[in-house]
């Protein structure tokens, strides 16, 4: 535990980039039914450009379905999901996901899924969808504008794959790697869509204190590189505590509280609902 | 670019010499037209499968409809032939075919391949079903009769060239980032949106281009074979095709490949007895899935010839030098 302060008025959120404080995710009263349960109700969030958020609650609180419908496996029931980029505002929600991701939103899986029958190279090389600048003629007749097309592809895959300590491994078949190298690839993948907002769910599960510590670190090296904001479903408190500036919680899919992880923490229904009883911070 | 000429030279070669023997072996009068014929059945076969396995090896689509894009393209060409019984003819009808396949194609798959699984099977079954009883049912293709007399074209060279040309822009295509796409689609699709893969657009994309080289492959036996009937391409015909892509190994073109030369072998090795041949042939393939589930080739590329550049990288590049390694596996594709 390195930086063990909560890094709530650190320095990354102001200083990112020129139009940092801008409101990139505006979440307004969503809701989600599945029959007649309700999954998610009548949640708000905002995310600015370059913040990090956090999004905790118990099991089965909802949070999964939130990054569900962010990124577009499934409508919301009700409510908009409105989107900046490039200075344009959209509502996303109900939108297909190839077109959410393309509009700029990556993200991981909890139970992970990578393609696992291909290796790590290919599967950052498939998420490079965006501006591949041949068509379907260069494609199947392999023309040189194709051929330099990929040597960039392949490069620029490798880069990531070097920057998630993954490049010695890139021909490995991805169901080879260990757990903690199959997180890596999956963030190295939603990073090839260049993404301005990344969805992580539950970066640190099933890793060792170690592993967890290294992977703090590394979230924040890659939101100054990369410029990005993220959003982080975890259960790891200390990775929580450590690095997000700001928390949402939910519990039965209802927003029961908002601020930064000493507000969170102190506050009377988050250490009902859950920190008191599951977590130790 | 030198590199590159000779990477190119390696695959070329061999083929080149394959065709060439071929070639004076026929013409020295080796090779009858009995021989030939088998190697034609092989030909054809080897675009259907590769065709289908794009579908359904590589994209995960399930389809049972294979013969009924060839049957578009089979009467496509015959029919166009018949009018015109010239080399541009026959390259038309050949063409027209394909994308007279690739449409149906387009049509049935925008609204079938948002199914999954068993139905899009089912559907692709009624597809092809529905071809053959419209054939059945009109004059221009003389009904249950067929069409004879279709004038033959599809000598060696094309016969080998067509195929040659097939395996390589399909393997093209799976090489590039629309192919990545379509596998992509196969292992997890879920996934596959996520980072920005128009799924149903890749789906599509597959079909069109199995139901093309599907056509061609029709016209190629329109030609060769001269004489075609509805009932050439009914369900049984989707199920043979299948049966070639799965034994060679869903997911592998040259086990495709591979897969319909041994099935045709063995099949002509039976010629002499019939009455053996059917259970044989049906003992064969249940022998082989017994022993080799996965198929002959599983998802494993061999590294021959045009095939050469659809060789897995694993074995290579599994070391500290990952990275140049494979940069210098890319460069050497540069043709």
């Known amino acids: 535990m390195a930086h063990p302060a909560p890094q709530a008025s650190g320095p990354a959120a102001s200083e990112q980039a020129d139009r940092a404080g801008e409101t990139l995710l505006s979440v307004d009263k969503v809701t989600r039914n599945f029959g007649g349960l309700s999954a998610v109700s009548n949640v708000s969030l905002q995310i600015r450009r370059g913040e990090l958020v956090g999004l905790i609650g118990p099991n089965g609180a909802g949070k999964t379905t939130v990054f569900n419908l962010l990124t577009g496996v499934y409508p919301p029931s009700h409510g908009a999901i409105e989107f900046t980029r490039d200075d344009r505002t959209r509502d996303i929600g109900g939108m297909a996901p190839h077109r959410i991701c393309a509009a700029g939103i990556g993200r991981t899986f909890q139970n992970i899924r990578l393609f696992k029958d291909l290796s790590v190279l290919d599967n950052v090389k498939i998420a490079m969808q965006a501006n591949v600048p041949y068509g379907l003629f260069a494609a199947m007749f392999h023309t040189p504008k194709f051929h330099k097309a990929e040597v960039e592809i392949v490069d620029r895959s490798m880069e990531l794959l070097g920057i998630m300590n993954l490049a010695d491994k890139a021909g490995a078949q991805a169901r080879n790697l260990s757990y903690g190298d199959q997180r890596h690839l999956e963030i190295a993948r939603a990073l090839a869509t260049e993404p301005t907002l990344l969805l992580l769910d539950e970066p640190a599960a099933g890793m060792n204190p170690a592993e967890t510590s290294q992977l703090t670190d590394l979230i924040t090296s890659l939101r100054e590189r990369f410029k990005l904001s993220i959003l982080l479903i975890e259960h790891d408190m200390s990775l929580v505590m450590r690095i997000c500036e700001r928390l949402y919680v939910l519990d039965h899919g209802v927003v029961i509280a908002s601020g930064s992880p000493d507000e969170v923490r102190r506050h009377p229904k988050v250490i009902e609902a859950y920190l008191g009883e599951e977590a130790d911070v | ?335």
């Open chain 2, 1 to 335: 670019m030198k590199k590159g000429l000779v990477s190119f030279l390696v695959k070329a070669v061999p083929l080149l010499a394959a065709w060439a023997i071929v070639l004076v072996l026929i013409n020295a009068g080796i090779v009858t037209d009995y021989y030939l014929a088998t190697m034609a059945t092989i030909c054809i076969n080897i675009v259907l499968a590769v065709s289908l396995n794009l579908i359904t090896g590589f994209t995960g689509q399930f389809s049972l409809g294979h013969a009924g894009f060839m049957a578009i393209g089979a009467y496509t060409c015959a029919m166009v032939t018949m009018a015109e019984p010239s080399v541009l003819g026959f390259v038309g009808g050949l063409l027209g075919g394909g994308v007279l396949a690739a449409l149906v194609g387009l049509l049935v798959g925008l609204p079938t391949l948002r199914l999954r699984g068993d139905y899009l099977a089912i559907a692709t079954l009624g597809m092809a079903e529905i071809i053959r009883i419209i054939l059945l049912n009109q004059d221009a293709t003389n009904g249950a009769a067929g069409l004879s007399g279709i004038p033959a074209f599809l000598d060696w060279n094309w016969m080998f060239f067509l195929t040659v040309a097939t395996v390589w822009i399909i393997a093209n295509f799976l090489h590039s980032s629309q192919g990545r796409a379509c596998i992509s689609v196969r292992e997890d699709e879920i996934a596959a949106e996520s980072i920005g893969v128009h799924t149903v657009r890749s789906k599509v994309l597959a079909f069109m281009i199995g139901a093309f080289f599907a056509g061609i492959a029709g016209g190629m036996y329109a030609s060769y074979f001269y004489f075609i009937k509805p009932d050439l391409f009914g369900f049984l015909k989707s199920v043979d095709i299948l049966v070639i892509v799965v034994l060679g190994g869903l997911g592998s073109l040259s086990g495709s490949i591979i897969a319909a030369i041994l099935l045709a072998l063995i099949s002509t090795a039976l010629q002499p007895f019939p009455e053996l041949r059917m259970i044989i042939y049906s003992l064969a393939l249940v022998v082989i899935m017994i022993f080799r589930p996965q198929g002959l080739m599983g998802s494993r590329e061999v590294s021959l010839g045009v095939l050469n550049r659809f060789r897995r990288r694993e074995p290579a590049v599994a070391t500290a030098s990952a990275a140049p390694a494979i940069r210098r596996d890319d460069d050497e594709e540069v043709v």
